[in-house]
């Protein structure tokens, strides 16, 4: 694991990439790192997230500042100007059922090719995917997720880069640390090592690669 600086962190990330993102309608969203993508014009990139969030919070502010070519998400619902953008055709909108989103992030972690579900036969969702019977019941097959960068936000970080969560933000952060090639993590409070008791670390320092610290 390496100290980088905000900055830094974000010029790693090219034009074009996929992202996995953290956070439930903007808590647990690292917005250090959103904000910075804004101010460098990172664009046309893809975000793997739950939701799009709200105007001015979280993701919602990507897709204000139209740096959006692709969402994954389970809803953006709370989100007109994500829904705009997907009705003009300038945003690929692909909402995916919460549970399978999560399920799919997390066999790209573990090194599957996907899952089966029951969710969404018979429905919209099944259009275009393969269906697989097992014991007379019909299975939809979802492939699994991954993205080249995780924006990870954690409430404690020590300096190996052992994370620890707050609460409901902890929700997609720890799956989105495990599915991507870099993980990139701010955390709102770094700590000596021995500090977060080992019992209480929820993603252990190998996984993560770069932690964003204050210049």
């Not at 790693?12 to 804004?38: K, N």
Request: hydrophobic share 45%; glycine share 10%.
């Amino acid at each position: 694991m390496q100290t980088i600086s905000l900055l830094n962190a974000v010029a790693m990330i090219p034009d074009g990439a996929s992202l996995m993102i953290g956070g439930f309608l903007g808590v647990g969203t690292p917005e250090p790192l959103i904000d910075e993508l804004i101010r460098q014009r990172k664009g046309n990139l893809t975000v793997i997230a739950n939701d799009t969030a709200a105007p001015g919070i979280g993701i919602g502010k990507l897709v204000e500042a139209k740096l959006l070519h692709k969402v994954i998400v389970s809803h953006i619902g709370l989100n007109p100007e994500t829904q705009q953008q997907m009705l003009a055709g300038t945003l690929e909108v692909d909402l995916v059922p919460q549970g399978t989103l999560v399920e799919r992030i997390r066999a790209g972690g573990c090194g599957l090719g996907g899952i089966l579900t029951p969710t969404g036969v018979g429905t919209v969702v099944e259009e275009g995917k393969e269906k697989i019977s097992l014991n007379d019941r019909e299975y939809l097959l979802e492939t699994a997720l991954r993205a080249d960068f995780a924006l990870v936000n954690a409430f404690l970080s020590d300096y190996l880069g052992n994370l620890a969560y707050a609460l409901t933000a902890r929700n997609f952060n720890p799956l989105i640390a495990m599915a991507a090639d870099t993980v990139i993590v701010h955390a709102e409070n770094i700590v000596p090592v021995g500090v977060i008791a080992p019992d209480h670390v929820v993603t252990p320092a190998p996984i993560v690669d770069f932690l964003v610290v204050k210049n």
